[in-house]
């Protein structure tokens, strides 16, 4: 009730101060006979001094003025639409709260096009697509005349020619010649593209401890591409992404071109190369956690990568370190050679492994990536009733896409990966495995600022060993945040004859959220969940959970804080989940 009150009262209140505030307009203006784009235009010049009312009183003399130039700015800023004859008529009337000034406009016969001649000459004048371009002209014969289709067309004939490499193009005829008598509109624009250009040489100044073929890497062009700012852009972008250098500057030597080929300089700033990042958080599925990341990103003087980390969470600690060489020629493709020792107290197991990978990444470009690895891991586990420790040699190889058109707050796009692993006593392992895993996303934008998220996970186990020979690392389990919410994490699967949960050689995982976008930040979603952990594909029990989420979007990822009810159990719970960032 107190809540209801409050409520009320400030409800009351915002009516108040908005009536107010409202009443306090002594000059208001009001708009009849137009719409869209012409009534905001009119709208805009006519748009009330800041003088002419001072102090909540209007000054006479300067309405008059104001008043007298109505006609004049309405048919001024109606002629980039056309309307070169309108009728206006205005005056001034009491209201009950101030004056109203009335403007009542009936726009006339708009100007039409009658002729019209588009043409592009010069070296560029044979390239298909400018050509194409200008046959689109979009103001036919027999349209209304609107100069802004008009300057938005000359503009995107321009860009066009710039990205084709017509450094010097220019419009050497745009004339609009208009006949207001005879309401009629005759359109001539002309381009000029003047010679094409290309890249000349790439020159890097500045970051003297990176050698220049690691610098290269960074380049989305080679001498005699065709010029263009966009792979300007693009290069500085990507050496942005490298979080290598502090300040970056990219500058076409038009001056020294030779052949119409232009140089760029390359002037960069390097940022120190050591780094020192301390982080905290909180997820349901490890508890609190703190992190902390050394960062060396030139070893040697290479460009060569160190990375020492420690992640401290409750319920999970890792702490490794890792060495990456980066290709000669691919920008995103690379080596490395890592040592992790990883400790897991789950609810169903425990488990501490220590071991080291080596993996080759390749770049397929357009967001594709392809991987092989070999892991070599001593795990010391404990699952239900059972303890044991084994050493594994795990050669794999993992495909992923990833299409999104942002990382912040996607709207549209989807990501899949494909892994496949497997070891055998004939490679240095104490038990023969292999396992298929594959996952995936759908995110769909939807009308009303609404979005669907579909995700599935599965896996599938082929072994020579019982179950309890099986590290927990490689055992499937489900439930978590990224899992079927409003279980624990990795607390669904198979149990054992003492009733816990051991873990199974198959998992199916699937989940549908629709979100509803509140603001730029801000999002509302419903979801449902489903799947589990198996051994008898011909025997699964699905568990399910529902619930309301919120998200925050953030540089990092989404802030997504859910509350999850099971579904289909004899006593369900709820339960929270907080994660930050993306599972895919």
């Known amino acids: 009730m107190k809540f209801a009150a409050a409520a009320g009262g400030l409800l009351l209140l915002f009516f108040v101060v908005a009536g107010w505030a409202h009443a306090a307009e002594p000059l208001r203006l009001q708009l009849a006979g137009l719409e869209g784009a012409v009534r905001a235009n009119?709208?805009?010049?006519l748009a009330l001094p800041p003088g002419l009312v001072r102090d909540g009183q209007i000054d006479r003399?300067?309405?008059?003025?104001y008043m007298a130039q109505i006609p004049q700015q309405v048919a001024l800023a109606m002629q980039p639409f056309g309307y070169f004859t309108p009728r206006v008529e205005s005056h001034l009337e009491e209201a009950a709260d101030g004056q109203l000034i009335k403007v009542n406009i009936s726009p006339g016969e708009p100007m039409r096009v009658t002729k019209r001649r588009v043409a592009v000459v010069g070296p560029?004048?044979?390239?298909?697509?400018?050509?194409?371009?200008?046959?689109?002209?979009?103001?036919k014969v027999g349209d209304p005349l609107d100069q802004a289709v008009y300057e938005e067309f000359k503009k995107e004939l321009l860009d066009k020619a710039l990205e084709l490499g017509y450094l010097d193009a220019a419009f050497s005829v745009h004339e609009i010649r208009v006949d207001v008598a005879a309401l009629a509109t005759e359109i001539a624009l002309e381009m000029d593209t003047g010679p094409r250009y290309y890249f000349g040489e790439g020159r890097f100044v500045g970051a003297q401890d990176y050698p220049e073929a690691f610098l290269r890497r960074f380049l989305t062009f080679e001498p005699g591409d065709i010029f263009s700012h966009a792979s300007l852009g693009e290069t500085q972008l990507q050496l942005l992404d490298s979080d290598r250098f502090s300040d970056i500057r990219l500058v076409a030597d038009r001056e020294n071109a030779k052949d119409r080929r232009i140089?760029?300089?390359?002037l960069l700033e390097p940022s120190p190369s050591r780094r020192l990042r301390p982080g905290i958080g909180?997820?349901?599925?490890?508890?609190?956690?703190?992190?902390?990341?050394?960062r060396d990103l030139n070893i040697f003087n290479r460009g060569h990568e160190l990375n020492l980390k420690a992640n401290l969470a409750q319920k999970a600690q890792t702490v490794g370190a890792s060495y990456v060489w980066p290709d000669a020629e691919s920008l995103n493709s690379f080596t490395a050679l890592r040592l992790t020792y990883e400790r897991e107290d789950a609810d169903t197991f425990l488990s501490s492994k220590l071991g080291v990978e080596a993996e080759r990444m390749w770049d397929l470009k357009n967001g594709r990536k392809f991987s092989t690895y070999l892991q070599i891991f001593h795990e010391d586990y404990t699952v239900g009733e059972a303890s044991d420790g084994m050493r594994m040699v795990l050669p794999g190889a993992r495909f992923s896409h990833r299409h999104y058109r942002s990382l912040i707050r996607p709207k549209n796009g989807y990501h899949?990966?494909?892994?496949v692993r497997g070891g055998h006593p004939y490679l240095g392992s104490d038990i023969g495995l292999l396992q298929f895993m594959a996952s995936g996303n759908i995110l769909l934008g939807l009308p009303g600022q609404l979005s669907l998220l579909s995700r599935i996970n599965a896996g599938w186990s082929l072994q020579n060993e019982p179950l309890e020979k099986i590290p927990a690392s490689l055992r499937f389990f489900a439930g978590g945040d990224q899992s079927v919410r409003g279980y624990a994490y990795q607390s669904l699967g198979p149990r054992d004859d003492n009733g816990d949960v051991v873990g199974g050689e198959y998992l199916l995982v699937g989940s549908l959220e629709l979100?509803?976008?509140?603001?730029?930040?801000?999002?509302?979603?419903?979801?449902?969940d489903v799947g589990n952990a198996f051994d008898d594909p011909g025997h699964i029990r699905l568990a399910q959970g529902a619930g309301l989420g919120v998200r925050y979007y953030t540089p990092v990822g989404p802030v997504r804080l859910d509350i999850a009810r099971q579904v289909g159990e004899d006593d369900p719970s709820c339960r929270i989940h907080l994660s930050i960032?993306?599972?895919w």
Do not use: C, H, Q
Not at 263 to 266: A, E, I, L, T
Not at 416 to 419: A, D, N, T
């Open 42 to 45: 009119v709208e805009a010049a």
């Open 581 to 583: 960032g993306y599972g």
């Open 263 to 266: 140089p760029v300089n390359v």
């Open 61 to 65: 003399r300067w309405m008059e003025r």
């Open 124 to 139: 560029g004048s044979a390239r298909g697509a400018l050509t194409r371009l200008a046959d689109s002209f979009p103001l």
């Open 416 to 419: 899949y990966s494909i892994e």
């Open 515 to 528: 979100e509803r976008a509140l603001g730029e930040k801000w999002g509302l979603a419903v979801f449902y």
């Open 282 to 294: 909180y997820g349901t599925d490890t508890g609190a956690r703190m992190s902390l990341l050394y």
